[in-house]
Protein backbone atom coordinates (compact mmCIF):
# COMPACT_ATOMS: atom_id res chain seq x y z
CA UNK A 1 0.00 0.00 0.00
CA UNK A 2 1.25 3.32 -1.05
CA UNK A 3 0.22 6.11 1.83
CA UNK A 4 1.03 9.56 1.71
CA UNK A 5 2.46 11.33 4.67
CA UNK A 6 3.78 14.63 6.30
CA UNK A 7 6.84 14.83 8.63
CA UNK A 8 6.15 17.04 11.79
CA UNK A 9 7.78 18.03 15.16
CA UNK A 10 7.11 20.02 18.11
CA UNK A 11 10.42 20.92 20.13
CA UNK A 12 12.20 17.94 18.60
CA UNK A 13 9.61 14.99 19.18
CA UNK A 14 8.95 13.37 16.05
CA UNK A 15 5.74 12.38 14.12
CA UNK A 16 4.52 10.48 11.00
CA UNK A 17 1.14 12.63 10.70
CA UNK A 18 -1.84 10.92 8.28
CA UNK A 19 -4.81 12.49 6.54
CA UNK A 20 -7.48 10.03 7.64
CA UNK A 21 -10.34 11.83 6.43
CA UNK A 22 -11.41 10.24 3.96
CA UNK A 23 -11.34 7.16 5.73
CA UNK A 24 -8.97 4.80 7.44
CA UNK A 25 -6.02 3.66 6.40
CA UNK A 26 -6.38 0.49 8.33
CA UNK A 27 -2.88 0.15 9.16
CA UNK A 28 -1.79 -2.45 11.90
CA UNK A 29 1.02 -1.94 14.48
CA UNK A 30 3.57 -3.69 12.17
CA UNK A 31 2.79 -0.79 9.69
CA UNK A 32 2.90 1.78 12.62
CA UNK A 33 6.21 0.38 13.61
CA UNK A 34 7.42 0.51 10.08
CA UNK A 35 6.08 4.22 9.22
CA UNK A 36 8.05 4.78 12.95
CA UNK A 37 11.56 2.83 11.88
CA UNK A 38 14.47 5.43 11.43
CA UNK A 39 15.92 2.77 9.14
CA UNK A 40 13.38 0.84 6.95
CA UNK A 41 10.26 3.70 7.02
CA UNK A 42 10.41 7.57 7.72
CA UNK A 43 11.06 7.55 11.10
CA UNK A 44 8.99 9.63 14.05
CA UNK A 45 8.46 8.69 17.79
CA UNK A 46 4.50 8.52 16.91
CA UNK A 47 2.54 8.55 14.49
CA UNK A 48 -0.53 10.71 14.45
CA UNK A 49 -4.03 9.99 12.62
CA UNK A 50 -6.61 12.69 11.76
CA UNK A 51 -10.07 11.35 11.73
CA UNK A 52 -13.25 12.89 10.90
CA UNK A 53 -15.44 14.41 13.45
CA UNK A 54 -16.83 11.67 15.66
CA UNK A 55 -19.54 13.56 17.45
CA UNK A 56 -21.41 16.67 17.83
CA UNK A 57 -19.16 19.70 18.86
CA UNK A 58 -16.27 18.32 18.31
CA UNK A 59 -14.17 19.02 15.29
CA UNK A 60 -11.77 15.89 14.62
CA UNK A 61 -10.81 12.49 16.06
CA UNK A 62 -6.98 12.15 17.14
CA UNK A 63 -5.69 8.44 16.91
CA UNK A 64 -2.28 8.28 18.71
CA UNK A 65 0.14 5.23 17.93
CA UNK A 66 3.54 4.61 19.90
CA UNK A 67 6.91 3.67 17.87
CA UNK A 68 6.07 0.32 19.08
CA UNK A 69 2.84 -0.02 17.47
CA UNK A 70 0.77 0.74 20.34
CA UNK A 71 -1.99 2.72 20.29
CA UNK A 72 -2.37 5.52 23.40
CA UNK A 73 -4.26 7.75 24.88
CA UNK A 74 -2.61 11.41 24.64
CA UNK A 75 0.38 13.10 23.15
CA UNK A 76 0.93 17.04 23.98
CA UNK A 77 3.41 17.98 21.67
CA UNK A 78 1.67 15.83 18.60
CA UNK A 79 -1.89 17.68 19.37
CA UNK A 80 0.25 20.91 18.19
CA UNK A 81 1.16 19.45 15.10
CA UNK A 82 -2.35 18.25 15.35
CA UNK A 83 -3.34 21.96 15.05
CA UNK A 84 -0.79 23.04 12.60
CA UNK A 85 -1.58 20.13 10.15
CA UNK A 86 -5.60 20.43 10.07
CA UNK A 87 -5.20 24.58 9.11
CA UNK A 88 -1.91 23.97 6.55
CA UNK A 89 -3.74 21.23 4.75
CA UNK A 90 -7.02 23.72 5.11
CA UNK A 91 -9.01 20.85 6.90
CA UNK A 92 -10.56 23.62 9.19
CA UNK A 93 -9.66 27.66 8.96
CA UNK A 94 -10.89 27.42 13.01
CA UNK A 95 -8.22 29.28 15.42
CA UNK A 96 -9.25 26.64 18.25
CA UNK A 97 -10.43 23.35 17.14
CA UNK A 98 -12.04 20.83 19.39
CA UNK A 99 -10.23 17.23 19.19
CA UNK A 100 -12.10 14.00 20.33
CA UNK A 101 -8.72 11.58 21.77
CA UNK A 102 -8.69 8.33 23.86
CA UNK A 103 -8.69 10.24 26.94
CA UNK A 104 -11.17 12.86 25.86
CA UNK A 105 -11.38 16.10 24.36
CA UNK A 106 -8.90 18.83 24.60
CA UNK A 107 -8.39 21.99 22.70
CA UNK A 108 -5.53 23.15 20.45
CA UNK A 109 -5.14 27.26 19.63
CA UNK A 110 -3.17 28.73 16.98
CA UNK A 111 -0.92 31.81 18.60
CA UNK A 112 -0.28 35.05 16.27
CA UNK A 113 3.38 33.90 16.93
CA UNK A 114 3.07 30.75 15.32
CA UNK A 115 3.56 28.48 18.29
CA UNK A 116 0.38 26.38 19.60
CA UNK A 117 -1.48 26.42 22.90
CA UNK A 118 -3.26 23.25 24.18
CA UNK A 119 -5.90 23.21 26.95
CA UNK A 120 -4.86 19.72 27.71
CA UNK A 121 -7.81 19.18 30.54
CA UNK A 122 -7.49 18.68 33.76
CA UNK A 123 -4.80 16.38 35.43
CA UNK A 124 -6.06 13.02 36.83
CA UNK A 125 -4.37 11.94 40.75
CA UNK A 126 -6.37 8.96 41.72
CA UNK A 127 -4.16 6.41 41.40
CA UNK A 128 -6.56 3.84 39.82
CA UNK A 129 -7.35 5.78 37.10
CA UNK A 130 -3.58 6.65 36.27
CA UNK A 131 -3.35 3.41 37.01
CA UNK A 132 -1.34 2.78 39.41
CA UNK A 133 -1.71 -0.08 41.78
CA UNK A 134 -0.81 1.41 45.51
CA UNK A 135 -1.80 -2.10 46.98
CA UNK A 136 0.63 -2.28 50.44
CA UNK A 137 2.33 0.92 49.81
CA UNK A 138 2.00 4.10 52.09
CA UNK A 139 2.49 7.55 50.37
CA UNK A 140 5.25 9.51 51.56
CA UNK A 141 4.53 13.28 52.47
CA UNK A 142 6.47 15.45 50.41
CA UNK A 143 6.41 19.66 50.16
CA UNK A 144 2.44 19.72 50.62
CA UNK A 145 1.76 16.31 48.42
CA UNK A 146 3.14 13.12 48.12
CA UNK A 147 5.40 10.90 46.10
CA UNK A 148 5.83 7.40 46.08
CA UNK A 149 8.60 4.84 46.72
CA UNK A 150 9.12 2.44 44.34
CA UNK A 151 11.81 -0.50 44.40
CA UNK A 152 12.92 -0.75 40.43
CA UNK A 153 13.51 -4.79 41.11
CA UNK A 154 13.90 -7.04 44.20
CA UNK A 155 17.92 -7.19 44.72
CA UNK A 156 18.79 -5.70 47.34
CA UNK A 157 21.16 -3.06 46.69
CA UNK A 158 18.76 -1.71 43.70
CA UNK A 159 17.96 1.87 43.99
CA UNK A 160 14.68 2.68 45.10
CA UNK A 161 13.09 6.07 43.30
CA UNK A 162 10.59 8.91 44.54
CA UNK A 163 8.00 9.45 41.80
CA UNK A 164 5.28 11.83 41.66
CA UNK A 165 2.06 9.37 39.60
CA UNK A 166 -0.57 11.51 37.69
CA UNK A 167 -1.73 10.87 34.02
CA UNK A 168 -2.85 13.83 32.01
CA UNK A 169 -4.60 11.42 29.91
CA UNK A 170 -1.59 9.20 29.48
CA UNK A 171 0.47 7.64 32.77
CA UNK A 172 3.13 9.50 33.84
CA UNK A 173 5.87 9.01 36.74
CA UNK A 174 8.10 12.11 38.12
CA UNK A 175 10.81 12.00 40.06
CA UNK A 176 13.11 15.17 41.34
CA UNK A 177 16.97 14.69 40.28
CA UNK A 178 19.63 17.02 41.00
CA UNK A 179 21.18 17.35 37.22
CA UNK A 180 19.33 16.31 34.07
CA UNK A 181 22.66 15.68 32.71
CA UNK A 182 23.65 12.64 35.05
CA UNK A 183 20.10 11.80 35.44
CA UNK A 184 19.96 7.81 35.32
CA UNK A 185 17.41 7.83 32.27
CA UNK A 186 18.61 5.00 30.28
CA UNK A 187 19.24 3.01 32.90
CA UNK A 188 16.00 3.46 35.11
CA UNK A 189 13.83 4.36 32.64
CA UNK A 190 13.07 1.52 31.01
CA UNK A 191 12.75 -0.41 34.70
CA UNK A 192 9.90 2.80 35.76
CA UNK A 193 8.39 2.06 32.08
CA UNK A 194 7.68 -1.57 32.95
CA UNK A 195 7.33 -1.49 36.34
CA UNK A 196 4.16 -3.87 37.75
CA UNK A 197 3.02 -1.59 39.81
CA UNK A 198 1.61 0.40 36.35
CA UNK A 199 -0.44 -2.42 34.51
CA UNK A 200 -0.81 0.02 31.07
CA UNK A 201 2.98 0.87 31.98
CA UNK A 202 3.97 4.66 32.63
CA UNK A 203 6.14 7.45 31.14
CA UNK A 204 8.86 8.53 33.70
CA UNK A 205 9.76 11.78 33.72
CA UNK A 206 12.97 13.20 35.44
CA UNK A 207 12.93 16.89 36.57
CA UNK A 208 15.32 19.25 37.83
CA UNK A 209 14.10 22.41 38.95
CA UNK A 210 16.00 25.59 38.25
CA UNK A 211 14.40 27.66 40.13
CA UNK A 212 10.48 28.11 40.26
CA UNK A 213 9.29 29.06 37.05
CA UNK A 214 12.20 27.36 35.06
CA UNK A 215 12.95 23.33 35.27
CA UNK A 216 14.81 21.02 32.84
CA UNK A 217 13.03 17.82 31.80
CA UNK A 218 13.93 14.53 30.13
CA UNK A 219 11.17 11.65 29.59
CA UNK A 220 12.00 8.24 28.96
CA UNK A 221 8.90 7.22 27.03
CA UNK A 222 6.11 4.43 26.70
CA UNK A 223 6.99 3.03 23.64
CA UNK A 224 9.35 5.03 22.42
CA UNK A 225 12.19 5.47 24.69
CA UNK A 226 14.37 8.90 25.41
CA UNK A 227 12.88 11.19 22.83
CA UNK A 228 14.02 15.08 22.80
CA UNK A 229 10.92 16.77 24.45
CA UNK A 230 7.33 14.53 25.91
CA UNK A 231 4.16 17.37 26.16
CA UNK A 232 2.43 15.86 28.39
CA UNK A 233 5.29 14.51 30.14
CA UNK A 234 6.06 18.51 30.79
CA UNK A 235 2.64 19.32 31.95
CA UNK A 236 3.10 16.19 33.98
CA UNK A 237 6.39 17.75 35.71
CA UNK A 238 5.26 20.84 35.96
CA UNK A 239 1.72 20.12 37.85
CA UNK A 240 4.19 17.47 40.40
CA UNK A 241 5.97 20.46 40.35
CA UNK A 242 3.30 22.76 41.85
CA UNK A 243 1.93 20.33 44.31
CA UNK A 244 5.01 19.69 45.87
CA UNK A 245 5.47 23.25 46.37
CA UNK A 246 8.33 23.30 44.23
CA UNK A 247 7.20 25.25 41.37
CA UNK A 248 5.26 28.76 40.37
CA UNK A 249 1.72 28.36 38.43
CA UNK A 250 3.42 29.47 35.02
CA UNK A 251 6.99 27.55 34.09
CA UNK A 252 9.25 27.26 30.97
CA UNK A 253 10.24 23.83 30.82
CA UNK A 254 13.57 23.21 28.86
CA UNK A 255 13.83 20.05 26.93
CA UNK A 256 16.78 18.80 24.53
CA UNK A 257 14.45 19.88 22.04
CA UNK A 258 13.30 22.57 22.70
CA UNK A 259 10.84 24.99 25.35
CA UNK A 260 7.50 24.39 26.21
CA UNK A 261 5.28 26.73 28.83
CA UNK A 262 3.33 25.22 30.81
CA UNK A 263 0.78 26.64 33.09
CA UNK A 264 -1.32 25.32 35.88
CA UNK A 265 -3.79 27.16 38.19
CA UNK A 266 -3.35 24.95 40.93
CA UNK A 267 -6.93 23.60 41.48
CA UNK A 268 -7.71 19.44 40.56
CA UNK A 269 -10.34 20.77 37.94
CA UNK A 270 -8.05 23.36 36.60
CA UNK A 271 -6.68 22.44 33.04
CA UNK A 272 -3.46 22.19 32.21
CA UNK A 273 -2.49 24.88 29.48
CA UNK A 274 0.77 23.88 27.13
CA UNK A 275 2.49 26.31 24.74
CA UNK A 276 5.22 25.76 22.14
CA UNK A 277 6.55 25.35 18.35
CA UNK A 278 4.92 22.39 15.51
CA UNK A 279 6.61 22.49 12.91
CA UNK A 280 6.13 20.77 9.23
CA UNK A 281 9.40 19.57 8.71
CA UNK A 282 8.65 17.77 5.06
CA UNK A 283 6.30 15.44 3.16
CA UNK A 284 6.13 12.10 1.08
CA UNK A 285 4.65 9.24 0.28
CA UNK A 286 6.00 5.54 1.32
CA UNK A 287 5.64 2.41 0.46
CA UNK A 288 4.20 0.09 3.35
CA UNK A 289 4.91 -3.73 3.38
CA UNK A 290 1.53 -5.47 3.29
CA UNK A 291 2.76 -8.47 5.26
CA UNK A 292 3.50 -6.80 8.85
N1 LIG B 1 5.32 12.44 23.05
C1 LIG B 1 4.08 12.55 23.66
C2 LIG B 1 3.53 11.41 24.43
C3 LIG B 1 3.26 10.21 23.52
C4 LIG B 1 2.58 9.05 24.20
C5 LIG B 1 3.40 8.44 25.31
N2 LIG B 1 4.64 7.86 24.84
C6 LIG B 1 2.57 7.37 26.02
O1 LIG B 1 2.75 6.18 25.75
O2 LIG B 1 1.72 7.73 26.83
C7 LIG B 1 3.75 13.92 24.21
O3 LIG B 1 4.28 14.89 23.65
O4 LIG B 1 2.94 14.02 25.12
Known amino acids: MRIRFTKMQGAGNDFVVLDETAGPLGLTPGQYRFLADRHF ?6 ILSVRPSPAAGVDFQYVIHNADGGE ?5 NGARCFMRFVRERGLTDKDVVRVQTLSGVIAPRMNGDGRVTVDMGPPVFEPARVPFDTAGLDPQPDGGWHTWHL ?33 PVAEQGPRIEHHPRFPQRVNAGFLQVVDRTHVRLRVF ?55 GPAVTVFAGEIEVPDEL
Open 72 to 76: VEQCG
Open 41 to 46: GVGADQ
Open 151 to 183: ALSTEADEPIVAVAVLSMGNPHAVQLVDDIETA
Open 221 to 275: ERGAGETLACGTGACAAVVAGIRLGQLDHRVDVETRGGILTIEWAGDEADPVLMT
